[in-house]
């Protein structure tokens, strides 16, 4: 590029331009920007100017932002650099039209702490525009009679530019009747004046044609021309006068088009042609033409366009009546716009946060926004306001920008979102309201532990139950949400370390159900504890505990076990009884004992086949087996008893033992063994009696010494007095075999003597005899049928 060109030239004033609007600016950051620079232009960099510099990672962090007044973008600020750029071309006459300087204000809002700074943007003018007139072909009728000297008002050339740039110089094409002399608006414009410099002769020149040319002061300089007709006609010697200098009149803002604005009126002394008035605007600018609209005959002004008390409060309307001959009358009207309360508040929301943790602090900022009503006067005082019901607050912060924050921390279970509704209301008559609702969520922590329904859990299982069996549920809840209410349950370690829980139960930890993981026995474990947790999700995980009893109930898995008598393969016992033995002797008393509990564990005794019915007894409640009648001769010697022992459980389960009896006159009679005894011993293995015999003769010394030795020990006991030549050790049941009860098994009540016979071969039980023979009976009849009686001779 040249430096002589015209675009050097250009760039050399943008730059004082900008100079001299940066020196203007001086108590606010204050920019500036020529028109319709290109899109991206650096303006400048905030950090710099605000003397943040080496901070410029603080922008991003804290929502650095540009906001203009009417909200348009036309900045944006680049948060990586700090650098404020040029967001669109920009047209200095669509912002500002006519005003001058051009400024634009806009805030530069900091976020975490929120911070304002004001700033302006001055948009500097260009030489973007020609000058025109908006009638490229101006007629003027001028009498000939009109003396050297008089001025003709020429309509002034239109150039949006302002300043230098704006309309500076007319010029007028070269002629001997008249020159241009320029004049000054109360606006500060120029406009051209035709003056008269020779009379005119209609006879010799009746028409003149003359170029006029309007210059403005850019570089290169712009012009514009128009035609001038002037028809010289006859002489007028008086111009039109207005009733008044000025016409000052107030138009609301919301009168509809076609309202009449004004009437004005004119007279003219002239007859004829001379006196028709003709009115018209004078100097106007595009706006007032778009606006206002004059009756040419009439004066009525109406309105041609909406007014807006917002954008233009005031108009000066220069008006002229015309006659026929050319002469004008000059007026002004001066209307001023009323303000009606015609717009409501408007809310703009600038940063909002729509989730907020339940524990957040107090004055957490939810949302900033900022409030603006175009009206003025009270009809632009606004008010602002939410509910009182709710945990926030509004607090104002900057021109009209508010914030709205946290009262108090939030408690997501007691409410989970909140309906915020802004309430605007500006101070007019009718006063008119805006509201904007922000729905604020209230997101969930970890702060509720997981809660059982219960503090404690019975659980009921009978026992022989199947593996895996479902025995029941524990269930806790969590007031919170999402992953922090979502329950995983387990097992605690038990209080007893010797309790095997791991291969007792099992639980499910999503649902809390309880399982048994193998049979459980009653008789081996009646009741076991132990603890259960329910933990959360959450970061970190809350928890909390529950005990759990299972009660094992008992099953009638155990039938009854005959203690007496033995039942272990030997050879049977065998019971003597004398055959004087009255109704009721105790015979034996059968010994039964069941592992199960409760009614289970009840045992009855029933006689279930005898030798001879009728004649031995079984009371069903303790056992004894009883002489039913008196013993004759004629009963047999041998009888065998088969007793039935039954629980009381559902199914009942039994067990049987057989009793050998043996009648006898005294207990001097040998014994026989019985028949079936003989027999099984006739059928042992030959090879077991030899190894028994060649056992004997081995032993037979020291047998024979044994023997010899009891022999006389018996023998000595017999000379002592004591029936039936036998020791007589006493002994009690141990008692774990004893049911207190009386209701199955051998009361501790009873004591036996046992009678051991050395001569038999054999070594067993021959009979049990109460050594407390004589009990009080239950009743008066069992006294008389069932007499106790001191059998075999005992006294």
Known sequence: MEPGSPQHIRQVLLFFVFLGGSLACSETLCYSVAEEMETGSLIANVVKDLGREGVVEDLAARGARVIFDDYKPYLWLDQQTGNLLLNEQLDREALCDLTEPCILHFQMLFENPLQFFQAELWVKD??????????????????????????????????????????????????????????????????????????????????????????????????????????????????????????????????????????????????????????????????????????????????????????????????????????????????????VNDNPPEIVITSLSSHIPENSSPEMVVAVFSLRDQDSGDNGKMVCSIKDNLPFLLKPTFKNFYTLVTERPLDRETS???????????????????????????????????????????????????????????????????????????????????????????????????????????????????????????????????????????????????????????????????????????????????????????LSYQLLKATEPGLFGVWAHNGEVRTARPLGERDAARHRLLVLVRDNGEPPLSASVTLHVLLVDGFSQPFLPLPEAAAAAARADPLTVYLVVALASVSSLFLFSVLAFVAVRLCRRRRAGLAGGCSVPEARFPGHLVDVSGTGTLSQSYQYEVCLMGGSGTSEFKFLKPVIPNLPPENPQMEESHTFLNGFGFN
Not at 218 to 229: N, Y
Not at 560 to 568: A, H, S, T
């Open 416 to 602: 989970t979102n909140y309906n915020i509704t802004i309430t605007v209301s500006d101070m007019g008559t009718p006063s008119l309201k805006t509201e904007h609702n922000i729905t604020v969520l209230v997101s969930d922590v970890n702060d509720n532990a997981p809660a059982f329904t219960q503090t404690a859990y019975t659980l009921f299982v009978r026992e022989n139950n199947s593996p895996a069996l479902h025995i029941g549920s524990v269930s806790a809840s969590d007031r919170d949400a999402g992953a922090n209410a979502q329950v995983a349950y387990s097992l605690l370690p038990p209080r007893d370390p010797s309790l095997p829980l791991a291969s007792l139960v099992s639980i499910n930890a999503d649902n809390g159900q309880l399982f048994a993981l193998r049979a459980l026995d009653y008789e081996a474990l009646q009741a076991f504890e132990f603890g259960v947790g329910a933990t959360d999700r959450g970061s970190p995980a809350l928890s909390s505990q529950a005990l759990v009893r299972v009660q094992v109930l008992d099953a009638n898995d155990n039938a009854p076990f005959v203690l007496y008598p033995l039942q272990n393969g030997s050879a049977p016992c065998t019971e003597l009884v004398p055959r004087a033995a009255e109704p009721g002797y105790v015979v034996s008393k059968v010994v039964a004992v069941d592992g199960d509990s409760g009614q289970n564990a009840w």
């Open 126 to 339: 260009i030489n973007d525009h020609t000058p025109m007139f908006l009638d490229k072909d101006i007629l003027l009728k001028i009498s000939e009679g009109t003396a050297p000297g008089t001025s003709f008002q020429m309509e002034n050339a239109q150039d949006l530019d302002v300043g230098k740039n704006g309309v500076q110089n007319y010029t007028l094409s070269p002629n001997p009747h008249f020159y241009l002399k320029l004049q000054d608006s109360e606006d500060g414009r120029k406009y051209p004046e035709l003056v008269l410099n020779q009379s005119l002769d209609r006879e010799k020149e009746p028409e003149l044609r003359l170029t006029l040319t309007a210059l403005d002061g850019g570089f290169p300089s712009r012009s514009g021309t128009a035609l001038v007709r002037i028809l010289v006609l006859d002489i007028n010697d008086n111009a039109p006068e207005f009733e008044r200098p000025v016409y000052e009149v107030q138009v609301p803002e919301n009168s509809p088009l076609g309202s009449l604005v004004v009437k004005v009126s004119a007279t003219d002394l002239d007859a004829g042609i001379n006196g028709e008035l003709s009115y018209s605007f004078s100097h106007v600018s595009r706006d007032i033409r778009k606006t206002f609209e004059i009756h040419p005959i009439s004066g009525e002004v109406h309105l041609k366009a909406l007014l807006d008390f917002e954008l233009i409060q005031s108009y000066t309307i220069n008006i002229q009546a015309i006659d026929g001959g050319s002469l004008s009358g000059k007026s002004a009207i001066l209307v001023r716009v009323v303000d």
